[in-house]
């Protein structure tokens, strides 16, 4: 399990940096920055499940939390964008901590883990459609104001930047927990939670710690996205297909690797694209093309892309040195 | 007399209306090797998982270093120095030797480079360094016991729980093993372990406690113990002491 | 403080939606506590129960009651083959992976039905749906009525086949011991697949159930399924009689806090018990574990 090298990620996103060098289009930019905000948030799930193997099915609850904050600051309390946006993300670190000190201390795992936090989701999504600090039913508007200091933009560009950093700065991250005593006691926790006990690690401690990570990072998409289109929900904050974005991306891509949810959400979001192509825009097509793709993934491709590649490199290798050489187990 | 590293007062287990562990005291002296045996379910693994702190006791209290370590989380244990291996061995199934190892070393070491060292001289050690990269669900048995010991020893414990890590080895893999165990002694750490392998505990042992029905029913140097009428009957049923004799030996 | 004369049809009341809820939780429940799973695409298989009843009425003209003669065998096996061919070939043996499984097929079933009927939530009319039951001190919906006496003679039978027949018994030695059972010569994966057919026939059951009284939309079954969830875990994961219990104790809940709070707060009434039952009580309110 060779983790990805700095320089694989400095050549990632320069070349995604690149894009807008190449192309003016609109529709390319619209995609590419909405890829790379599932991206984002399944970088968060990725944190929490991948490499702590804590199933979550409510990441909505941080999503919804960032976007929430960043609105509700703007619009009721006349806080500047760019503040808004970084408490939304403490916001949602904060109903991170607050959720994973309540299931942890409990000592949920596995089913009970995915219960609850789908529940504490289902338990936003309803406050914030009745509560009137969120708009309720009709949702937030975010007032049209287009100024960088605004965090609002003239062309999509601008847009594109800041979700590009956005990723890179959370491929950063994961790299740096990778490569560190954390990353390490996180890891031993998902493989086997006695063991790491034994050894020395605070698991609850531990889990807490990746739970705060991993909800800041998906808060940062779910703020990023109320600046983007300027309006939310409480069906779009804190509704299951946020949730379920954020877990397809790393399953795809590759689940525990550094550039797995990059991966599975840019193949994700293409294969949505096709669907939408093929048969017209209809409601519910591109969820019944992503449902499929999880339950394929898991059935064939357990590991994701990342996994098949790793595969088809180590029977590459294989052919070219001879006698092949088998690895026992 | 020194204060003994690891001493508990009257401990026991209630498991539903059955004593797992009925008021064991007993004290573990500083750089031995102590063995803990007894019959199958006479409470030995419940034991370790109290003083490990897995589970925490009943009734009764358990002193390290003279402070009472009572209902301590095992990871506070762990940085304490007690550390302990699995009788069901744990791996982490989906990483390295190497990797495995480390994370005990961790426990010690902040920096991933020096926890890596760290882990590969304790595997060179404990003869698992031609294996580093082989991840741990590919082992065989008995090199997956030697992993268990290999990551317990890396957390630089000073007293060190065994739970069966010969059982299931072959003569020759046991033979090998016991150098290694006695090599960790002569580094000074405190080893308590509960073995099966009798030829084992009386070679390594230098002091021996016999648990039967959760009891501590004698203790004293192995080769006595060995020899008691009591210890018999507990692994042979009642009567099986005065049979023996009658058959004219006495070897378990 | 309300008077008697609301208070009893509301618990009355809460007694009749109890029982479908108890339906859908015996189901999950079975399911879990043989299969130790917790499936997700529950609800939109009841989602999809609902809109087969629905159609079956609109089309073909035939009474819910009569649909459900037909689409319960129909369910029982869509249930067998889901088991049987996907969601266990699919998940390798790994819980976490047949969550994953089970998330993927509710994804696919709610929005496949979204994609072929839209969102629109419909009704179907039919002349007994507001006939009344006079209790002297109540009025009831006479559907929710027998809604109520067929829950109880399924769940009965359900417990029947549990205890007396052959696959009854092998259903219920691979929960206690399935690795036991496996020696034993009893084909566990046949067996999981009987109890997930059983879990799924149950709600077309509880669809049928529903339908003359409720309407029906692709979201339906997410409603359901997570009081269904509150009632398994409050019932004791995979107790059959705790879900039936926990089914009519959530459903008295929610009635009376829909009376005391409203409609939509009531609501929340349930996850707040579920999300504190989860982490205070997560083996159950009436105790016993599969």
């Known amino acids: 399990m060779k983790g990805a090298s700095l320089a694989h990620i400095v050549l990632v996103i320069a070349a995604l940096a690149a894009v807008p060098l190449l192309t003016a289009s609109n529709v390319v930019l619209n995609f590419l920055v909405v890829a790379l905000l599932v991206a984002l948030v399944g970088q968060g799930w990725n944190v929490l499940a991948g490499y702590g193997g804590q199933y979550s099915f409510g990441h909505a609850a941080f999503f919804g939390t960032g976007a929430y904050v960043t609105a509700i600051l703007q619009m009721r309390y006349g806080v500047n964008a760019w503040i808004a946006f970084t408490l939304g993300i403490a916001g949602g670190a904060l109903v991170g901590a607050a959720i994973g000190a309540l299931a942890f201390r409990s000592g949920l795992r596995g089913s009970y883990f995915a219960l609850v936090t789908l529940a504490f989701a289902e338990v936003l999504r309803i406050l914030a459609s009745v509560a009137p600090v969120t708009g309720a039913g009709v949702g937030i508007l975010i007032a049209l104001d287009l100024r960088p200091q605004a965090f609002q933009f003239q062309g999509r560009v601008p847009f594109y930047w800041i979700v590009l950093t956005l990723v890179a700065v959370s491929l950063l991250i994961v790299r740096l927990i990778e490569q560190s005593r954390f990353g390490a006691w996180l890891v031993a926790v998902r493989e086997n939670e006695d063991a790491a006990r034994a050894v020395g690690v605070d698991t609850a401690r531990v889990k807490l710690a990746a739970m705060t990570i991993s909800a800041a990072i998906t808060a940062a998409g779910g703020g990023f996205y109320a600046q983007y289109f300027l309006f939310i929900d409480s069906g779009i904050a804190y509704g299951p297909w946020i949730s379920i974005a954020a877990l397809l991306a790393p399953i795809v891509g590759g689940i525990g690797t550094v550039f797995g949810p990059l991966l599975g959400a840019l193949v994700v979001k293409t294969l949505g694209e096709i669907a939408k192509l093929v048969t017209g825009d209809a409601p519910g097509l591109d969820l019944v093309v992503y449902g499929g793709v999880l339950i394929l993934v898991v059935a064939f491709a357990p590991q994701g892309i990342a996994g098949l590649l790793t595969s088809l490199r180590l029977r590459f290798a294989r052919l070219r040195s001879s006698p092949p050489e088998r690895a026992h187990g | ?252 | 403080m309300l008077s008697l004369t609301i208070l009893v049809p509301a618990i009355l009341n809460g007694l009749l939606t109890g029982a479908v809820y108890g339906l859908v939780a015996l189901g999950l429940t079975l399911i879990y506590g043989v299969l130790h799973i917790i499936n997700f695409a529950h609800g939109a298989l009841l989602t999809a129960a609902m809109f087969a009843a629905f159609f079956a009425h609109r089309l073909l003209g035939l009474d819910p009651y009569l649909a459900a003669v037909v689409l319960t065998p129909m369910f029982f096996v869509l249930g067998y083959c889901l088991q049987r061919f996907v969601i266990g070939p699919a998940a390798h043996g790994e819980d976490r992976n047949v969550l994953l499984v089970t998330l993927g097929l509710a994804v696919v079933i709610e929005n496949m039905l979204l994609y072929a009927f839209g969102a629109d939530t419909r009704t179907i009319n039919l002349d007994y749906a507001f006939r009344i039951v006079d209790l002297g001190i109540a009025f009831l919906a006479l559907p929710r009525v027998v809604g109520f006496g067929v829950v109880l003679a399924v769940t009965l039978l359900l417990w029947l086949v549990l205890s007396l027949t052959d696959t009854g018994k092998a259903i219920r030695a691979v929960a206690k011991e399935k690795l036991g059972a496996q020696l034993s010569g009893i084909d566990v994966a046949h067996i999981y697949a009987v109890t997930f057919a059983l879990g799924t026939a149950c709600l077309a059951i509880a669809a049928c159930l529903l339908i003359p009284t409720y309407y029906v939309n692709p979201h339906i079954g997410n409603a359901f399924v997570l009081v269904a969830f509150t009632i398994v875990v409050l019932g004791g994961m995979g107790s059959v009689t705790g879900a039936l219990v926990a089914g009519l104790f959530v459903g008295v809940v929610e009635s009376l806090c829909g009376l005391y709070l409203g409609e939509s707060l009531g609501q929340i009434g349930i996850f707040v018990m579920f999300i504190l039952v989860l982490l205070f009580r997560p083996s159950g309110l009436f105790g016993e574990r599969a």
């Open chain 2, 1 to 252: 007399m020194a204060e003994p590293l690891l001493c508990l007062q009257h401990v026991c287990k209630r498991c539903g209306g059955l004593l797992a562990v009925d008021h064991v005291s007993l004290a573990v002296e500083v750089g031995r090797i102590t063995a803990l045996i007894g019959p199958n379910g006479a409470g030995k693994t419940t034991l370790f998982s109290i003083i490990s702190g897995f589970l925490a006791p009943s009734e009764g209290r358990i002193f390290h270093r003279g402070t009472d370590i009572t209902g301590m989380p095992p990871h506070l244990l762990a940085r304490r120095g007690i550390a302990r291996t699995f009788q069901i061995m744990q791996p982490f199934a989906g990483l390295t030797v190497h990797e495995n190892i480390a994370i005990g070393a961790h426990l010690s070491r902040r920096s991933r480079a020096e926890a890596l060292d760290a882990a590969a001289d304790v595997a060179s050690k404990v003869g698992l360094g031609q294996v580093l990269e082989r991840p741990a669900a590919s082992l065989t048995v008995a090199a997956r016991k030697r992993l268990e010991l290999a990551r317990a020893v890396a957390t630089n414990p000073e007293l060190l729980l065994l739970d069966e890590v010969l059982a299931g080895l072959n003569p020759g893999e046991v033979a090998a093993m016991m150098p290694i165990i006695r090599h960790l002694a002569g580094r000074g750490i405190t080893i308590v372990m509960i073995e099966h392998v009798m030829q084992a505990v009386i070679s390594l042992a230098e002091h021996v406690f016999v648990l039967a029905e959760g009891r501590i029913i004698t203790q004293g140097a192995p080769q006595e113990v060995v020899g008691n009428a009591r210890v018999v009957e507990a692994y042979l049923g009642h009567g099986a002491a005065a049979r023996l004799a009658a058959a004219g030996g006495t070897h378990v």
